[in-house]
Every structure is written in structure tokens, then in C-alpha cells.
């Protein structure tokens, strides 16, 4: 079993393209003055495994009670990736990890690779 004593944040993947820009961007304000949170640069292009554009919502685990249900109601039809923040990025972004939405393919070729090397 995981010790979930050890997480110490989740992300929250807010994706958007095009034609829904606009929309992530009123959710972004609407979280912002809502909740502690972090949240970081807007990506109109893939980054990391992410396949489309994104930005990231950092949190701890004390507001995970509030800003999660809050984003299952708020998303305005947006797909969110939300993970636990642990040592393994592979396992963070699939057995760590919930969609509120569409689920899309992550690009995890490179997390997979070192995971499986660290075994």
C-alpha cells in the first residue's frame, strides 16, 4: 500500500484548444479567486505528455476536498487530468491519477521507459 501521508500536492491538467480557450480561461479566474492554489503557464502547444494545450493547477491535499468537486460541477465541458504528485511521474499521471471529462491518450513513452529501468 501507498502511504498517502507522502503527498504533498496534486495537479489538476486543465486542457483546451482553439475553441475553448476562452472557456479555460474564465475557469482559470474562477479558481484562482476561489482557491489556494498555484497556476502555471498557459502551454498552447503539447508539453511533456500532455497532448494537447494545457496549463497546470498546483494544490495541496488540504484544499483536494474542495477544489476537485467544485471542478466536477465547473469544468465547462474542459477535460482535467488529477494526480497525486509522487517520486514516479508515470504512475502519477495513470494509477495516481482521475478524469473529470474526456479522458485523452497521454504521450507517457518517456515515463514508461524509466520506470520500467528503475525496476
Do not use: C
Not at 36 to 64: K, N, R
Not at 66 to 73: I, K, N, R, Y
Not at 76 to 100: C, E, N, P, Q
Amino acid at each position: 500500500m501507498v502511504d498517502t501521508s507522502r503527498i504533498d500536492e496534486f495537479h489538476a491538467h486543465v486542457y483546451y484548444d482553439k475553441e475553448t480557450r476562452r472557456r479555460a480561461g474564465r475557469l482559470r479566474e474562477a479558481i484562482s479567486g476561489r482557491f489556494e492554489v498555484e497556476i502555471g503557464s498557459w502551454h498552447d502547444e503539447p508539453v511533456g505528455p500532455h497532448p494537447q494545450a494545457m496549463y497546470l493547477v498546483t494544490f495541496g491535499p488540504d484544499q483536494f476536498q474542495h477544489l476537485v468537486p467544485w471542478l466536477m460541477l465547473n469544468r465547462d465541458g474542459l477535460s482535467i487530468l488529477v494526480h497525486a504528485k509522487s517520486d514516479d511521474s508515470y504512475r502519477d499521471h495513470t494509477d495516481f491519477a482521475m478524469w473529470l471529462g474526456k479522458a485523452l491518450d497521454l504521450r507517457l513513452e518517456r515515463y514508461k521507459a524509466k520506470a520500467q529501468g528503475a525496476d
